[in-house]
């Protein structure tokens, strides 16, 4: 599964993004053909594990920059990269610290950002690329114009899932209320929603990289990931293996987010479990199915299986999340709540009579609408 770029990673990128004065300080030394080793903060935990060069305490700009970049040594600028503390220096981490690099600079840049948590940046003129370091994480900086294109690539690849996705459910719903769901359909939901999970946190990474100028694209990301990690979610909740009914209170106020703890603690491992398998695994059927806990016997792709009625139940208008859990912990199936009276869904706590009616209407128009989609 694809980490989305920690907060610290994130920060350190924001001020190497296209257009930042690092940035273009940055692209003035690889022009020049140099390198550069750059820390990011000068605190003194990084004076600490420095010898050598001298005191500028000058305001940075990107010629400065380059400028000083003929030295030897490192430079060390503020926190906020607004000013460049010290030039020539010499940094002395601890040569135990392990590292993958096998150049002098990137070896020493890597070791200082293990040592110390600020951004450590790298700049190769043979290789003419520039390595940013934080902490055990590595990230070498593509050119704005890279970034654009993967992006764009990328987007247009979530946008064919999304329509997969968007039909799949489609399909999912109509079956739900004729009670004829099988595994296949459910798979057939839950394999592009992960699937455009993951896309969108390999988008989202590169957009932190550009900045201010990923603004559009980020609008386009979250329009097209709108309600996908909700139906994920909800899938997920309506067929995984029921845990052991454990209750930590009475009523629709029991629990904080309205799932008891046996409950929540078996969703989040089958999100987990369904979030650890690679991209082929996904496309298995049976990996699918254990990941929701299913027994041996349910891996079959035409098995039958009954939603809880979680995801139907959400699409109704202005019903809290305690009172849906609250219907689906007392009828236990979708079939049974679509069938029940409205005396019998007065019964639930937190459903009156107002609420009765909404859900029964509510759910015959669903049923009306989603079935005259599938046949129309």
Do not use: W
């Not at 798979?187 to 990474?205: C, F, G, M, Y």
């Not at 990690?229 to 899938?235: M, Q, S």
């Not at 016997?297 to 809880?308: I, K, T």
């Amino acid at each position: 599964m694809v980490e989305r770029t920690s907060a610290a990673v994130a920060g350190a990128l924001a001020l190497v993004a296209p257009g930042q004065p690092l940035r273009d300080g940055l692209e003035r030394v690889l022009l020049a053909n140099r390198g550069a080793l750059i820390v990011v903060g000068d605190d003194a935990g990084v004076l600490s594990i420095c010898t050598g060069g001298f005191l500028l305490d000058a305001e940075f700009t990107p010629q400065r920059l380059s400028e000083l970049a003929k030295l030897d040594g490192a430079i060390i600028v503020s926190a906020d990269a607004a000013r460049i503390a010290r030039a020539n220096v010499h940094l002395m981490p601890n040569p135990a610290i392990p590292t993958s690099e096998t150049g002098t600079r990137h070896r020493t840049a890597e070791r200082m950002a293990r040592s110390i948590d600020v951004p450590v940046i790298s700049v190769s003129a043979s290789m003419g690329v520039v390595t940013v370091y934080r902490g055990n994480a590595k990230h070498v900086l593509q050119s704005a114009t890279r970034l654009h294109e993967r992006i764009g690539q990328a987007l247009q690849t979530l946008e064919r899932f999304r329509q997969r996705l968007d039909a799949a459910v489609a399909t999912l719903s109509a079956l739900e209320m004729e009670d004829t769901v099988t595994l296949r359909d459910v798979t057939a939901v839950l394999q592009p929603a992960e699937l455009a999970a993951r896309i969108a946190d390999e988008i989202d990474s590169e957009l932190v990289e550009l900045g201010a100028d990923a603004r559009l694209l980020r609008l386009q990301l979250d329009e097209l990931l709108d309600g996908v990690i909700a139906v994920r979610r909800l899938v997920v909740r309506d067929y995984m293996r029921a845990g052991p009914a454990v209750r930590s209170g009475s009523g629709p106020a029991a629990g904080a987010d309205g799932l008891q703890t046996s409950a929540r603690s078996g969703l989040e491992h089958a999100l987990q479990a369904l979030g650890r398998l690679t991209t082929d695994e996904l496309l298995d059927t049976r990996r699918v199915a254990a990941a929701l806990g299913l027994a041996p016997g349910q891996h079959d792709l035409d098995s039958a299986l009954e939603p809880r009625g979680y995801r139907l139940l959400h699409r109704l208008p202005r019903f809290p999340e305690a009172v849906i859990d609250g219907i689906v912990e007392h009828f236990s199936g979708l079939q049974k709540i679509m069938r029940a009276t409205v005396g019998d869904l007065e019964e639930v706590a937190g459903v009156g009579e107002t609420r009765a009616r909404s859900v029964k209407d509510g759910l015959a128009r669903l049923a009306e609408a989603t079935i005259l989609d599938r046949y129309a």
